[in-house]
């Protein structure tokens, strides 16, 4: 097994790490320690390969499995997987075991067996979906919303069934427009938070889509949410700089901790970007166990191992799942 990156992580109730990843076995399932307790999402030989079209436009090797290009995991409150797919154009709600039990996409609800590819919907249309980007569910109504945000702008409301209730959003840079929304949790299943990666924010929504707030965060890449009232918490991971500003401290390449309103509790990681310990690549996603540890997943093929070494040295495989925990 080969994960290459992995590009999202979440933890169940019973703490188990599943990684989406975009090597040759596309979901790997890890204890709280690292052992490797599963693994599914490929039928085919392990050297069963095709080129694709990354969401960034490069030609790269995949492998050919369940998925056309891995990009969110979510776990809800059942324990249920839910899987994006962003060049498939498909979110998978999916068992812990690798079954299929619904699928949203082009071709409607389809339940069961692995459906055919999703098609893309024209770009930013706001029609669904154009390579969308991550999930979450309602703990109350069961209800599913999606970020469609590498070729839309718009946030997307279904039901438990799957069956569509509302859309919101358009691109911009003005409150409540979006420049990629790539990430999406719910606070207290009263309010929705999005990750505007390419506005440097998170902004925060009523359920109905309604603007409330909004604060500064640099790349903003993934939100998560713990805890109610005065003890809840709002993870979010944080991108590096653009090129000319690469190497530049305490720019992105981090997580910071917020209270409900924007208030920063708590920054980790390095002031610089490194393969380090506590040095961040590219954070592309995260989650918290029961503990408190956080699980960061991080896809530094695609930012840095992508380029061949110098002298025709191949590629370098770069680290890219990391655990932190809280320490006295």
Same mark, same amino acid.
């Given at each position: 097994?080969?994960?290459?990156?992995?590009?999202?992580?979440?933890?169940?109730?019973?703490?188990?790490?599943?990684?989406?990843?975009?090597?040759?076995?596309?979901?790997?399932?890890?204890?709280?320690?690292?052992?490797?307790?599963?693994?599914?999402?490929?039928?085919?030989? %392990?050297?069963? #390969?095709?080129? +694709?079209?990354?969401?960034?436009?490069?030609?790269?090797?995949?492998?050919?499995?369940?998925?056309?290009?891995?990009?969110?995991?979510?776990?809800?409150?059942?324990?249920?997987?839910?899987?994006?797919?962003?060049?498939?154009?498909?979110?998978?709600?999916?068992?812990?075991?690798?079954?299929?039990?619904?699928?949203?996409?082009?071709?409607?609800?389809?339940?069961?067996?692995?459906? #055919?590819?999703?098609?893309?919907?024209?770009?930013?249309?706001?029609?669904?979906?154009?390579?969308?980007?991550?999930?979450?569910?309602?703990?109350?109504?069961?209800?599913?919303?999606?970020?469609?945000?590498?070729?839309?702008?718009?946030?997307?409301?279904?039901?438990?069934?799957?069956?569509?209730?509302?859309?919101?959003?358009?691109?911009?840079?003005?409150?409540?427009?979006?420049?990629?929304?790539?990430?999406?949790?719910?606070?207290?299943?009263?309010?929705?938070?999005?990750?505007?990666?390419?506005?440097? +924010?998170?902004?925060?929504? %009523?359920?109905?889509?309604?603007?409330? +707030?909004?604060?500064?965060?640099?790349?903003?890449?993934?939100?998560?949410?713990?805890?109610?009232?005065?003890?809840?918490?709002?993870?979010?991971?944080?991108?590096?700089?653009?090129?000319?500003?690469?190497?530049?401290? +305490? #720019?992105?390449?981090?997580?910071?901790?917020?209270?409900?309103?924007?208030?920063?509790?708590?920054?980790?990681?390095?002031?610089?970007?490194?393969?380090?310990?506590?040095?961040?690549?590219?954070?592309?996603?995260?989650? #918290?166990?029961?503990?408190?540890?956080?699980?960061?997943?991080?896809? %530094?093929?695609?930012?840095?191992?992508?380029?061949?070494?110098?002298?025709?040295?191949?590629?370098?495989?770069?680290?890219?799942?990391?655990?932190?925990?809280?320490?006295?």
């Amino acid at each position: 097994m080969w994960l290459r990156e992995a590009t999202s992580v979440a933890v169940d109730s019973n703490d188990k790490v599943y990684v989406f990843n975009r090597g040759n076995i596309p979901v790997i399932i890890f204890d709280q320690n690292g052992n490797v307790i599963d693994h599914w999402g490929n039928n085919n030989s %392990s050297n069963d #390969i095709v080129i +694709r079209t990354d969401a960034y436009g490069n030609k790269l090797q995949f492998w050919n499995n369940w998925f056309t290009r891995a990009h969110a995991i979510t776990i809800d409150h059942e324990d249920n997987l839910w899987l994006v797919d962003d060049t498939g154009n498909q979110i998978h709600k999916m068992s812990p075991t690798g079954e299929f039990l619904m699928t949203l996409g082009t071709h409607g609800v389809i339940h069961g067996t692995p459906p #055919i590819t999703g098609e893309a919907s024209p770009r930013q249309s706001g029609k669904m979906f154009n390579r969308p980007t991550d999930v979450a569910i309602s703990k109350i109504s069961g209800d599913i919303f999606i970020s469609d945000g590498y070729g839309n702008s718009r946030i997307h409301r279904f039901d438990h069934k799957g069956k569509h209730k509302h859309s919101f959003g358009k691109s911009g840079t003005e409150s409540g427009q979006f420049n990629l929304p790539h990430n999406i949790a719910l606070i207290e299943d009263e309010e929705i938070i999005v990750c505007d990666r390419e506005n440097n +924010r998170v902004q925060i929504f %009523s359920l109905d889509g309604k603007y409330q +707030r909004e604060w500064m965060a640099h790349k903003a890449v993934a939100v998560e949410v713990i805890g109610t009232g005065e003890n809840l918490r709002i993870y979010v991971a944080e991108q590096g700089p653009a090129p000319v500003q690469r190497g530049v401290a +305490r #720019i992105g390449n981090c997580v910071r901790i917020y209270d409900r309103n924007g208030n920063q509790l708590l920054r980790f990681g390095n002031d610089y970007f490194g393969e380090n310990f506590d040095q961040f690549l590219w954070p592309h996603s995260l989650a #918290i166990d029961s503990n408190g540890s956080i699980y960061i997943a991080e896809v %530094s093929f695609t930012e840095w191992g992508r380029h061949p070494l110098p002298g025709g040295g191949g590629f370098k495989e770069m680290p890219s799942l990391k655990k932190w925990i809280f320490k006295d």
